[in-house]
């Protein structure tokens, strides 16, 4: 059977881990000349399969694939794009077979969270409707730690490390004012549905009175009145309140307490910032001064400071996505399995696409303490070993380096498509 060339690429937000992915699918695919063809990266994500704009990955170095793996952002360009559904938008997915037999590609490898793994799920199932073969495979990445089967999501515990030290070096500048300044600190992180960055920030204390004072989770209803309670009992038991707000956040009608009012384009709820939304209440209730602040894309760009298991779990999954194509595998997601804690243990298996697209994995109950501000020992055991190790990447004077490719793309073949 003649050999077939191969397509990756990145969607959703990006990680300062999910280049580590794409280094390895791109060294593993290059030591099985014998089964791979050219590997073809998606300018932009499924958008570069649409519009037909693919990155030949053949003529970058081994130096530069290497370096893939401590450059943090997308390298090959990501997007914010969901295919339809193949019923009302058959036009989408016979353009994707028609480029993909346009350049002879039979592996698809889509390097993404929730929406990404719908993506390669449906990709799977136009390519049996049309009768092309194509062996669609998921490599999974997200910083809100919400697939479900993999223990944990390749991006995550980068962003833990991140969240835990910045809460407390934000604790220490605090504590350190708090006799005549900001009584109040509040550190807004990602997390639409599921609290697992804002869990993070509770590594930051080891002993009681310790901070975060307070986590606040979108997975319990949040009570304004118990909140600004805890908040005031802090500051007078302490000097100082340090809260950990997952931007998800929201009332037990499911209202999102910083609802912006519009949508983005995978049609989720665009939020408008909790952490002001929060301060405010505190001024309004309690009349302490306070500071706030988003980490937004600093904490999943952060690839200074990025997990070792991170880095290698990331790679691990771009290795074995590469590794489940040799062995024919389709329609399935490498997984990341814990063994144990203490060591830490983790091997991979397959995970059925079908069984991860479009599920989300929020936080277990008995990962939230009995009040609902904050974790538990279980918790914790659960996220330690995820921040463990510094992976540094190279660094001259004084700044991390970091490569941004140049693409070289295929020759176009096909008329020119609008997604």
Not at 137 to 156: A, E, S
Not at 379 to 393: F, K, N, S, T
Request: proline letters at 5%; a negative charge; glycine letters at 10%.
């Amino acid at each position: 059977m003649a050999k077939k060339n191969a397509f990756y690429a990145q969607s959703g937000g990006v990680t300062a881990v999910i280049n580590a992915s794409a280094c390895g699918v791109i060294e593993t695919l290059r030591q099985h000349p014998e089964a791979f063809g050219t590997l073809y990266a998606g300018h932009n994500g499924i958008l570069g399969a649409l519009t037909e704009e693919l990155i030949d990955t053949s003529v970058l170095s081994e130096a530069q694939v290497a370096a893939l793996k401590h450059t943090p952002g997308g390298a090959f360009g990501s997007c914010r794009y969901k295919l339809k559904d193949i019923e009302t938008h058959q036009a989408q997915y016979e353009r994707l077979i028609e480029v993909f037999r346009a350049h002879d590609i039979g592996y698809f490898f889509y390097n993404g969270g929730g929406d990404s793994a719908d993506t390669c799920l449906k990709v799977a199932q136009i390519s049996e409707k049309m009768g092309y073969p194509i062996q669609a495979i998921h490599i999974p990445k997200t910083v809100d730690n919400d697939l479900p089967i993999t223990d944990n999501c390749p991006g995550f515990g980068s962003v833990a490390k991140y969240i835990a030290i910045s809460t407390r070096e934000a604790a220490l500048d605090i504590a350190s004012m708090c006799a005549t300044s900001t009584k109040v600190f509040i550190l807004e992180v990602m997390g639409r549905h599921a609290g697992w960055i804002a869990a993070a920030g509770g590594l930051a204390g080891q002993e009681e009175g310790d901070a975060p004072h307070l986590i606040i989770f979108p997975e319990v209803p949040f009570e304004r009145e118990k909140v600004m309670a805890r908040v005031d009992e802090c500051v007078k038991n302490y000097g100082y309140c340090v809260i950990v707000v997952s931007e998800g956040a929201r009332y037990a009608d499911g209202t999102f307490l910083a609802d912006a009012g519009t949508t983005d384009a995978f049609g989720h709820k665009q939020l408008g910032g909790v952490a002001p939304t929060l301060a405010g209440m505190v001024k309004q209730d309690l009349g302490y001064k306070y500071h706030w602040a988003v980490a937004d894309y600093l904490q999943r760009a952060a690839r200074h400071i990025a997990s070792a298991t991170d880095v290698e779990q990331a790679y691990a999954v771009g290795q074995a996505g590469v590794e489940l194509a040799l062995e024919g595998k389709h329609s399935v997601m490498p997984a990341i399995i814990r063994e144990s804690n203490h060591p830490y243990r983790w091997h991979i298996e397959q995970a059925s696409l079908a069984d991860v697209a479009n599920v989300e994995k929020f936080m277990p109950r008995d990962f939230i303490s009995m009040d609902g501000l904050n974790i538990t020992d279980t918790c914790r055991a659960y996220l330690e070993p995820l921040i463990q190790g510094e992976d540094l990447p190279p660094f001259s004077k004084g700044l991390p380096q970091y490569i941004q490719l140049e693409y070289t793309f295929a020759p176009r073949l096909l008329a020119e498509f609008t997604p």
